[in-house]
């Protein structure tokens, strides 16, 4: 299993996150904003493929929640 990995960026990611949104330095913004992405993409890569398959078919129904007006 690849939980440890996936708890590890994701929590790298959340980190950078709130950095991003509590610094007021532009150079630290850029900085953790790529870090953010970097360790998204990497928690992707990490995630159990029933998690990838639900990000994936979750566009499909993408049209159906924006009738039934659940989101606004």
């Known amino acids: 299993m690849m939980i440890a990995p996936l708890l ?3 929590s ?3 980190l950078a996150v709130y950095l991003r949104i509590s ?4 150079i630290v913004k ?3 904003g790529a870090i ?4 998204l993409l990497l928690s992707l890569y990490f995630a159990p493929m029933w998690i ?3 990000l994936l078919t979750f566009p ?3 049209n159906r929640f924006n009738t039934l007006d659940f989101f606004s």
């Open 36 to 39: 953010a992405i970097i360790g």
């Open 30 to 32: 850029v900085s953790a």
């Open 23 to 26: 610094t007021q330095e532009e």
């Open 8 to 10: 590890i960026s994701l």
């Open 60 to 62: 499909l129904f993408n």
């Open 12 to 14: 790298v990611a959340s």
């Open 52 to 54: 990838k398959a639900l």
